[in-house]
């Protein structure tokens, strides 16, 4: 079984969905030969994002899984084996009037109405798309992110005198000002992962918590920073999900998180929730786990239990199944890869679709690979 796995032409800072799916791909059964198709293009303009629709239709496998904010491409896919991964709808709250009506047109009612199957991160995501998107919740599946295999067990011995404090990312949803003000006095150094803002250099000056930050480091280099801290605080204001959560319970770190959206699905009852809007409530969170040995061990024990849900070889197996059911489907479908199947029995000349199709660009090669060989990103 073909999967085509159709990922966007990623930035410098953004590489979060293609990690993500390189472990799933690595947990595969064999049964699936995996096929990375990058969009040649950013999504950013028009007719880059067309040039990415049409390439995307000449590269169609048994399957078609769009992994995520490259919605667009569904448009001329198959519709009856395509699958659509939406992992939020964090930029749908960031607009208004008819900018808001065209893009969730665009974004999301259309590609889902392309699409045969839509997987989404969390319960939470789903629940925020069924309040925006009027869609068939029967179409709608749960499918958590895994947790790369890289993150394992790290004993550490907790610095309950000054606590290395990690906080990944600095978006505006990350609440990296109310996190710094709850640090107030707090003896503690805080470890940012992410570029800082004029604003949020301006908080850390104010309040005078000591930091340091790094940014666009490799994947070996984030495990290390879980690694070298002593709990993480993620108070965010949004998240389709909170990777960081399951990633450091794995590596064996106390979570400080918010007790809203996909955040306490995710943490399970392994972390302390917070009202991330509420400085105070924040800082008692953080208090508490430093402070208490007896419930930091206890979030420590839960969150190595809780992580487990998310092991690359379970969340692979749940998509394998929907492949499955999808697969089942590809034969309706008028793509190449179809065509030439039928040229070979008489029904359709292969000729037809032997060549390639004529794009003003060359197209970005697509990339074969089994399970057990490097993944092409």
């Known amino acids: 079984m073909q999967v085509t796995f159709y990922h966007r032409r990623p930035q410098k800072t953004n590489f979060s969905i293609e990690r993500l799916f390189a472990d799933v791909r690595t947990a595969m059964p064999e049964e699936v030969v995996a096929k990375v198709a990058v969009s040649r293009f950013p999504s950013r303009g028009i007719w880059g994002r067309v040039y990415n629709i049409v390439e995307a239709a000449f590269r169609q496998g048994d399957v078609n899984h769009i992994t995520g904010d490259v919605h667009f491409l569904t448009f001329l896919l198959c519709r009856k084996n395509t699958l659509l991964t939406i992992h939020d709808m964090v930029s749908a709250y960031r607009l208004s009037g008819l900018r808001r009506r065209v893009f969730l047109f665009f974004w999301y009612w259309l590609p889902i109405r392309r699409s045969a199957l839509i997987t989404v991160i969390s319960q939470s995501t789903k629940d925020d798309l069924l309040r925006h998107i009027n869609v068939d919740p029967q179409k709608l599946r749960v499918v958590y992110n895994p947790v790369s295999a890289a993150f394992q067990p790290a004993p550490r011995e907790f610095n309950d005198a000054k606590p290395v404090v990690l906080l990944i990312g600095t978006g505006q949803n990350k609440n990296v000002e109310r996190v710094v003000e709850a640090l107030n006095n707090?003896?503690?150094?805080?470890?940012?992962?992410?570029?800082?803002?004029?604003?949020?250099?301006?908080?850390?000056?104010?309040?005078?918590?000591?930091?340091?930050?790094?940014?666009?480091?490799?994947?070996?280099?984030?495990?290390?920073?879980?690694?070298?801290?002593?709990?993480?605080?993620?108070?965010?204001?949004?998240?389709?999900?909170?990777?960081?959560?399951?990633?450091?319970?794995?590596?064996?770190?106390?979570?400080?998180?918010?007790?809203?959206?996909?955040?306490?699905?995710?943490?399970?009852?392994?972390?302390?929730?917070?009202?991330?809007?509420?400085?105070?409530?924040?800082?008692?969170?953080?208090?508490?786990?430093?402070?208490?040995?007896?419930?930091?061990?206890?979030?420590?024990?839960?969150?190595?239990?809780?992580?487990?849900?998310?092991?690359?070889?379970?969340?692979?197996?749940?998509?394998?199944?929907?492949?499955?059911?999808?697969?089942?489907?590809?034969?309706?479908?008028?793509?190449?890869?179809?065509?030439?199947?039928?040229?070979?029995?008489?029904?359709?000349?292969?000729?037809?679709?032997?060549?390639?199709?004529?794009?003003?660009?060359?197209?970005?090669?697509?990339?074969?690979?089994?399970?057990?060989?490097p993944d092409h990103l």
């Open 186 to 373: 707090v003896p503690c150094h805080l470890r940012l992962i992410g570029k800082l803002n004029a604003g949020q250099e301006a908080v850390l000056r104010k309040y005078g918590v000591e930091y340091s930050v790094t940014a666009n480091i490799s994947d070996e280099k984030v495990v290390e920073e879980y690694q070298r801290c002593d709990m993480l605080v993620f108070a965010s204001t949004y998240e389709g999900f909170g990777l960081p959560i399951a990633e450091a319970q794995a590596t064996g770190r106390p979570v400080v998180t918010s007790n809203i959206m996909s955040m306490p699905e995710v943490a399970g009852d392994a972390a302390c929730l917070v009202d991330p809007l509420d400085v105070a409530d924040i800082r008692e969170g953080i208090l508490k786990v430093i402070n208490d040995p007896v419930y930091r061990g206890e979030l420590v024990r839960r969150g190595f239990e809780n992580a487990k849900q998310f092991q690359p070889e379970q969340i692979a197996n749940e998509y394998l199944n929907l492949y499955r059911e999808l697969a089942a489907a590809d034969r309706e479908c008028a793509t190449p890869r179809n065509l030439a199947k039928r040229g070979t029995r008489g029904h359709v000349e292969s000729s037809s679709i032997s060549a390639k199709p004529r794009l003003p660009y060359p197209p970005v090669p697509l990339h074969e690979s089994r399970p057990s060989q």
